[in-house]
């Protein structure tokens, strides 16, 4: 494959430069939230998100059918990449998970309902996999649905929804057949205001707000389901792919390390440069080799994305697994070459590298649970890449 980028693709990314520098506000673009800088969580920020929509950069590769231009998913990457390197909130769930699962397994109904608020920004969703029993095994879900007429009641509880605080819709996998285990999960598009559903906030370890929400004989109709009933896992499992690759951005690593690689080459200890340590040359030459093993990760699952049919599932759990465990590494290295002053909160006048190094230690623990743990990528890869038989 090819690691440049064509003129066309570069042109791109300058006219995204463009026009990110003209909503280059701290209420819009804050780089110390991480990758929960993609949450549409404010006014502002879902109002710079409809200026996005509006130029055309939802739904690049959606088939023009549904509203797309049937792009290369090249250029969603790059956009995202754009976006993730300055903070700003990301194209996201919509566009990617529920949009693009809808167009492949919806109904007409739910393709004519949902894909053109996705495509004006009109609408945010919530995710709902994990729960208190299932959460790296996302198809022990035990979310209760028991016929109900022409619809559905639900019954029981979800953990880690990151979203459900503000957001419009969930995006909720449900069991539908206790009986079988991959095969009884069903798919729903639940208003998240319906009676019998309530939010918990779940502060988290990097500074954010999670959810536990509770389902108390809550009702949807059956015309809310998603696709064939209890084939919901399978579609669970596409959706995975996309949110292990475009909730995990490169970029925000790729800052970090500019910046950490800025802070030794120009910081001393005990009167010497730190640059000139070997240790310290050492270790840093090892990120700077891994961040781009890390980008390279990434642009082959946008290659072979781009060849059409399911998310190629191995290689999102390379990248994912990879680029978080990076963003530890690098976290970690950040701590340990800044020294005391590296526990400084991150804004806090003086403190080394602008006090990032203390909010990325915490938040990076968070990359690596969220979308499936580093476990449980290590166990896709070893079955779908290298063959492994279950329970290695």
Known sequence: MNFEFSADENAFVQEVESFLDQYDTPDVMDVTRENMAQLVDTPERKAFLTKCAEHGWFGMGWP?????????????????????????????????????????????????EFLPKILHNEIQFVVGYSEPKAGSDAAAMALKATRDGDGWRLNGTKIFNTSAHFADWYWLGVRTDPSNKHRG????????????ISVQPMPTIGDEITNTVFFDNVYVSDEYRVGELNKGFQYISEALDLERFTMFTFAPIERRMEELCSYVASEERDGQPLREDPVVRQRMAQLVTEAEVARLLGLRFVAKSMKGGAPPTAEASEYKLFSTELSKRVANTALDLAGPGSQLRVHTPDAPMRGRAELTYRYTVIDTIGGGTSEVQKNIIARRKLGLPPNF
């Open 64 to 112: 023009q059918e549904y509203g797309g231009t049937e792009q290369e998913g090249i250029y969603e990457f790059l956009l995202n990449e754009s976006l993730a390197r300055r903070g700003a909130p990301q194209i996201g769930k919509g566009v990617g998970i529920v949009g693009k699962t809808l167009i492949r397994h919806g109904s007409d109904k739910l393709k004519h």
């Open 185 to 196: 999960i069903t798919l729903f598009l639940v208003p998240v205001d319906t009676p019998g």
